[in-house]
């Protein structure tokens, strides 16, 4: 038997239908609102079946226990640092276990936006959940919301609580992305920083990470979307950037300072990223 709620220490946060339809009429809000948020600690019970869906966008993050998600006829189990991300509009039931009754950050959302932040977070027909990797971040984000909401829901507060779900989507999009500390993609990026000044051979780095190049061009370009030298050189005139614009080097010495010893093969590389040259870049006013 599901209960609605009524857990131990929960926080929960409802605003007020004609306040959130007011919302949806003004600039700012109309591309985003969250509607409701909570956090529910060891939610033994916990369950919602909406055969019509939902008006909102639900996000669900489980940090503790699990629960699970059915839809489309199946059921995910959803366990500590997994995510549910169900569009509006799509059926869907979802619970806690009955045996380790999940602990969960959860908000719905509305607006003109959600939808294109929904697909940049990786949810496709048919899938509903996320894995996630920096969910310290992310329940700190849904923190936030609660936080807000439990202040007041004034216009303003709504703008606020807005920009803060922003936030949280974009974090759920970068993490699948960003590599995670101390996988070869994390090593291999940071090698690549550490030598903004040098070169890099593809098949010399793959090796020190335990890949081979091909898988290894494969996961940077699903990061960065470019391959390893590219990012390379992304970094090498990122470096270049901050000394045009915080010393009085000469283009040379900065083209050295890369990794470059031909300063016309460095210009080149610069204009055809920039759509100027180095000299032009530090020229131009900034700030």
Known sequence: MHRADGFVHERLNVVPRPLVEAALARPVTRRMIVTDAGYFPRADSHGRARPAGAPETIVIVCVSGSGWVDHDGSRTRVGSGGAIIIPGGVAHAYGA?????????????????????????????????????????????????????????????LVATAGMAWRLFTLLAVDRILPEDGTPLERAMRYLEDRVDG????????????????????????????????????????????????????????????????????????RKLHGMSPTAYRDTRKG
């Open 199 to 270: 070169r890099v051979q593809v098949a010399e780095l793959a090796g020190l990470v335990g890949l081979s190049p091909s898988h290894l061009a494969a996961l940077f370009r699903g990061a960065t979307g470019g391959g390893v030298l590219a990012h390379h050189l992304s970094l090498k005139m990122a470096r270049a950037r901050r000394l045009l614009d915080t010393t009085d080097q000469t283009v040379a010495e900065i083209a050295r300072q890369v990794g470059m010893d031909d300063p016309f093969y460095f210009s080149r590389q610069f």
């Open 97 to 157: 276990s009955e045996h380790d009754p999940w602990t969960i950050w959860w908000a719905h959302v509305r607006g003109t936006d959600v939808p294109e932040l929904v697909e940049s977070a990786g949810i496709r027909r048919g899938e509903l959940t996320l894995s996630l990797r920096s969910i310290d971040r992310i329940t700190a984000q849904f923190d936030e919301i609660v936080s807000a909401l439990e202040r007041d829901t004034t216009p303003a507060r």
